[in-house]
């Protein structure tokens, strides 16, 4: 990963600690963050219906490298929300707040639930993950990436949700640059507005879809951003919002 970033100068991401390998726990984050102080924010899962949750939260909230937390809104938790989960829920996005932790969400197909957490929440800073659209592992593409998009849209007359244009190009039926991704990402961008639009790769999870400088050069040498939007959406809007830059820069 550090040396993919450096072949495209990239200075520092994200690293939101991967799920289908560790779950909950985010010892690999932390030795990362170990080795590599000035590169990464640290962002991890958290489980709902862990008893202790708030108390995690807090430790968490007070680790070195630490930017965010993440919830995993998987399918099941749509019969979940009424039950303990629920209040799990509640208990992270209300110590995220407490704290000053925006929460990354992976809310694919459950995007309405994510609309009321949000609005319970009004003082919590939410990040939707992935566009909040299903992308793929391996190719193909999906057949139609966007056809949740409206959902999407909805969302963001929530004042407390931004989004992660992260995968994008995992999502395009074209070669690189991927222009059929153009029309529906100025809607996203529209919709948002740039100081709630934050570019990603989703690297290493995209590998077998696009490589890291295609995720990269595909937003750095498009003629469809200003300079201005380029800035805010590779760097700008991460900073403001996660309060963190690489090397511990201001």
Known sequence: MVAAMDAVRVDGALLVSPFRLYRYDGSYALEVHATHPTRFGLIKPFDPGAADVAAQIDAWAHTAGVVGARLMLTDGYADAAASTVRSGLDRILAGAAEHGLPVNVLCWHQLKLLGELAARHPNTRIVIDHLGLPQPFHPPPPAQPFAALEDVLALAAL????????????????????????????????????????????????????????????????????????????????????????????
């Not at 290493?204 to 400088?213: H, K, P, S």
């Not at 200003?226 to 309060?243: D, K, N, P, Q």
Request: aromatic share 14%; with cysteine.
């Open 159 to 250: 004042d407390n949700v931004a989004i992660k244009v992260s995968g994008a190009c995992t999502l395009s039926h074209q070669p690189f640059p991927y222009d059929d991704l153009w029309t529906p990402l100025r809607r996203v961008f529209d919709a948002y507005g740039f100081e709630r639009c934050m570019w990603g790769t989703d690297w290493t999870r995209a590998v077998e879809l696009v490589t890291y400088e295609q995720a990269v050069d595909a937003f750095r040498v498009t003629d469809q951003l200003s300079e201005s939007e380029r800035s805010a959406l590779m760097g700008g809007t991460l900073a403001r919002i996660y309060g963190w830059r690489p090397g511990g820069q201001p």
